[in-house]
């Protein structure tokens, strides 16, 4: 089993659309999360950390549930732009830093 | 100016010769690290360097060798390519103590 998993998708939505992705993690270790976006051919950017208690940056949300070990992200009013693939990464206390495969979003017009 | 820069940034050679990927970078961070990512893998740590003295195997190391020459710089060798060597590779940076990660724009590796 992977240490960090994600639903690899393609998720296909309308512009507009309100899309939702889960991340699970193995290691209860892990202390801090985040969320970055790969564009194609590019290299991975930090989208956002994730914090326990939730954080929002704009049209994304980012939650922690611990009890249960899956972090995930919530965008809403897709835009075109929003199209990337998006990567949940996992840190723990060993200095360890984990990525998840990736979930590929499209939005289409 | 990339605060992460790798060179090449594209490069196709031949199974059995020796190429070097090098990474350097303007942050001051002390760690650095090179992925590969393959289409379904997702990125896969190959070697990470917390300090100029210290190295540290990943999970798929075989194959690779590295060297810390300064703080700045941490070059990826392929001492003898081999076709399933061809990838993405990407050099991070990171802050101690943190899990978030400053990337290079990638080096596209062919090998034939």
């Known amino acids: 089993r992977k240490e960090v998993e994600q639903d690899p998708g393609p998720f296909n939505v309308p512009e507009g659309a309100t899309v939702a992705f889960n991340c699970t993690y193995s290691?209860?270790?892990?202390?801090?999360f985040f969320w970055y976006r790969q564009d194609c051919r590019k290299e991975p950017k930090l989208l956002m950390s994730?914090?326990?208690s939730g954080n929002e940056d704009g049209r994304f949300t980012a939650q922690l549930n611990r009890a249960s070990q899956y972090i995930s992200l919530l965008i809403r009013d897709s835009k075109l732009s929003d199209s990337a693939t998006y990567l949940c990464?996992?840190?723990?206390?060993?200095?360890?830093?984990?990525f998840g495969s990736g979930t590929r979003l499209s939005i289409r017009p | 100016d990339a605060d992460v820069t790798q060179t090449p940034r594209n490069r196709i050679t031949k199974t059995g010769k020796r190429i070097m990927l090098e990474c350097s970078q303007t942050?001051?961070?002390?760690?650095m690290y090179w992925y590969r990512q393959d289409p379904g893998l997702g990125l896969r740590l190959i070697y990470y360097?917390?300090?100029?003295?210290?190295?540290n195997k990943g999970e798929i190391s075989d194959g690779y060798s590295v060297s810390r020459q300064a703080q700045a710089k941490f070059s990826l060798s392929l001492e003898s390519a081999i076709p399933n060597q061809t990838a993405l590779y990407f050099c991070?940076?990171?802050?101690?103590?943190?899990?978030?990660?400053?990337f290079g724009e990638g080096s596209r590796l062919t090998v034939l």
């Open positions: 990464v996992a840190y723990s206390s060993a200095s360890k830093i984990i």
């Open positions: 360097s917390f300090d100029v003295k210290d190295i």
């Open positions: 290691n209860s270790a892990s202390q801090s």
């Open positions: 994730v914090y326990s």
């Open positions: 991070a940076t990171s802050v101690e103590n943190t899990g978030e990660l400053f």
């Open positions: 942050k001051g961070h002390d760690r």
